[in-house]
């Protein structure tokens, strides 16, 4: 029988796992592990100044609070585009504005944004599913207008537009570093800029801010731990993927509810909190490992799409082809998206339609977008039969 394959693999080395369990019992000397994995990351991403905060929420807050953008400003977003975002920037008072993206990229388009860009303060960019936008274009617009360019390029971490990794490119860059991102940390995110003038600023909102309790970090390695379980060969195929199954087929609302995430406002006046030591040290050692697992990543994407060709009613995304994509997922477009879907659950196969959703005033594509399962704990064997079981869906 083939093996069932979660659409995340919690990627931990044994060095990795030893931490995690130690700090999930509440153990382990990880004194100086924030500053530590900020160090590594500045290095990483060839800037001045990285700081690791508490989550990606967080992390675009800080960015937004560095760029000291005036009362009320306007903040050019992706039109499709996640959630919180959007949350952020209403909760700080400022007004979003939803610009088009290319439907063959999934990323802001360049020849449309010059339409939407009058009068705005900051964009924002989403390099979406590991793939790098038009960054070119992209810098040579706001860079004319002199308008900072924020990057969130939590889903792309470690892919590289020439010798820029994801991040580094514009003014600031936001990661939110939760399980089932290239890098993570089990919660938390981390901004990265060059700009002296960014970090001051958000120094000046972090002052007095501390690090999270190595008991906050206990409760998220527990967590962490539970998450990692479910995506090993064992607990998803013994636990994860029946279940899965059987809510799918007698409580679908049970199902999707547990995917839902609560459209929270955000407070920008809470209290704000660094990363903690632990989730630092974790950090220092998903960085040593993440270009490894872009390799794999870009190596199964690379088979994938190869095999999907030519399949109708199949929207297969583009990407530059220059750039060092990481794929995070590989998200492809389909009319009979819900046929799909079960035709690959049924195979084994776990995977999620969109967690972004269209927020502007119109869609810029009418179908629904699915995230292919794409991580270094799939073989070519796993490749090559999800080719097959997509080509057997929509045949």
Not at 70 to 80: K, M
Not at 123 to 135: E, K, L, N, R, T
């Amino acid at each position: 029988m083939n093996r069932p394959v979660p659409r995340h693999n919690v990627n931990l080395t044994a060095e990795e796992l030893e931490l995690v369990l130690r700090g999930a019992l509440g153990k382990g000397d990880h004194d100086g592990g924030r500053e530590r994995f900020e160090a590594d990351a500045a290095r990483y991403f060839g800037v001045a100044h990285a700081i690791a905060v508490e989550s990606g929420r967080t992390a675009l807050h800080l960015a937004l609070e560095g760029l000291d953008l005036p009362e009320g400003a306007t903040v050019v977003l992706p039109s499709y585009c996640f959630f919180s975002l959007v949350k952020v920037v209403e909760g700080m008072g400022y007004v979003p504005r939803f610009a088009p993206v290319n439907p063959n990229t999934f990323a802001l388009c360049p020849d449309r944004l010059a339409d939407h860009i009058e009068g705005a303060h900051a964009v924002v960019v989403i390099q979406p599913f590991g793939q790098i936008a038009d960054m070119e274009r992209l810098n040579a617009i706001t860079e004319s207008l002199h308008i900072p360019l924020v990057e969130d390029a939590s889903q792309s971490t470690g892919a590289r537009w020439g010798r820029l990794p994801a991040g580094s490119i514009g003014d600031v860059g936001v990661f939110s570093l939760v399980s089932g991102k290239n890098l993570q940390t089990f919660g938390g995110g981390l901004v990265v800029t060059q700009s002296a003038d960014i970090a001051r600023g958000i120094s000046v909102r972090l002052s007095g801010a501390t690090g999270h309790t190595n008991a906050h970090a206990a409760r998220s390695f527990r967590s962490g731990l539970q998450r990692w379980f479910l995506t090993t060969p064992i607990g998803y195929q013994a636990l994860m993927h029946p279940i899965s199954r059987l809510l799918s087929w007698v409580a679908p609302s049970v199902l999707e509810g547990m995917l839902y995430e609560e459209r929270a406002s955000y407070d920008p006046d809470r209290r704000l909190y660094r990363l903690s030591d632990a989730q630092g040290a974790l950090g220092c050692l998903e960085l040593a490992e993440l270009d490894r697992r872009n390799a794999a990543r870009r190596a199964n994407a690379l088979r994938m799409l190869d095999g999907l060709q030519g399949i109708h009613d199949l929207h297969l995304p583009q990407f530059d082809a220059r750039c060092e994509n990481s794929f995070n997922a590989v998200a492809v477009r389909s009319a009979r998206a819900d046929e799909l879907t079960r035709g690959l659950q049924k195979s084994g196969f776990d995977v999620r339609t969109d967690y972004m959703e269209w927020l502007g005033p119109k869609a810029d594509f009418d179908e629904s977008v699915i995230y292919l399962p794409n991580h270094p704990g799939m073989s070519t064997d796993d490749i090559d039969r999800l080719v097959a079981s997509v080509r057997s869906a929509l045949k």
